[in-house]
């Protein structure tokens, strides 16, 4: 792959890292993620400006046709019992796909159809995700280290966060007693 400037990209396949001018990143924060985990009041008593994850990204050309690629760096650690997570979305271009491709750690991508119930996939080192249109996605780490997924995506997908609002995604990820547990929201 080779980077607009003409010089060469490398992704460490083991960290997600990027090596190429103009990587950019979006960090993000335990103040970001207001009314994202069940217990809400648990994630405020947690440090504002702890990292829950980062993404970084290579500059893409920003247009139709064109493919955004990054990594998401998702760091281990729960609020109150439940598992960190990304706040996750729709595309606003409900039609528009995405790859992912779990490098590193342990954990579990949601994955919400518009009109068909959740279902999950194991993430873990070498795991390829397809999501397909119509389709939100959270990444969930529920292991003890970084969980690091490459994603690849369309540039004309956007995100759409508001509408998975105010229920969010109907399958929750615990630590009940040391074991891993799926649970359906609201139920
Ligand atoms: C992946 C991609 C990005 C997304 C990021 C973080 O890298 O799906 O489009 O922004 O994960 O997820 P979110 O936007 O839900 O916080
Ligand atoms: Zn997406």
């Known amino acids: ?3 607009s400037s003409g010089l060469p990209v490398r992704v460490d396949l083991l960290t997600g890292h990027f090596d190429a001018i103009n990587v950019q990143h979006k960090s993000t924060c335990m103040r970001d993620l207001q009314g994202v985990f069940s217990d809400d009041a648990a994630r405020k008593a947690l440090p504002e400006d702890f990292e829950v994850y ?3 990204m290579l500059a893409s050309p920003q247009q139709e046709g064109e493919l ?3 990594t998401t760096h998702l760091m281990p650690g729960k609020v109150a019992d439940e598992f960190f997570m990304t706040r996750g979305h729709f595309h606003q271009r409900r039609e528009q796909a995405e790859f992912y491709f779990g490098l590193r750690g342990e954990g579990i991508l949601l994955l919400q159809p518009e009109n068909a119930p959740a279902y999950t996939e194991q993430v873990f ?3 390829v995700h397809h999501i397909p249109s119509f389709t939100a996605h959270r990444l969930v780490n529920t292991g003890h280290d970084v969980l690091s997924a490459l994603a690849v995506w369309p540039v004309i997908a956007g995100h759409d966060y508001q509408s998975l609002q105010p229920d969010g995604f109907r399958i929750r ?3 009940r007693d040391g074991k891993v547990s799926l649970e359906v929201a609201g139920v």
């Open 173 to 175: 990820v615990f630590d």
């Open 1 to 3: 792959m080779t980077a």
């Open 68 to 70: 955004h690629t990054g």
């Open 54 to 56: 980062h993404v970084e």
């Open 125 to 127: 080192a070498g795991s």
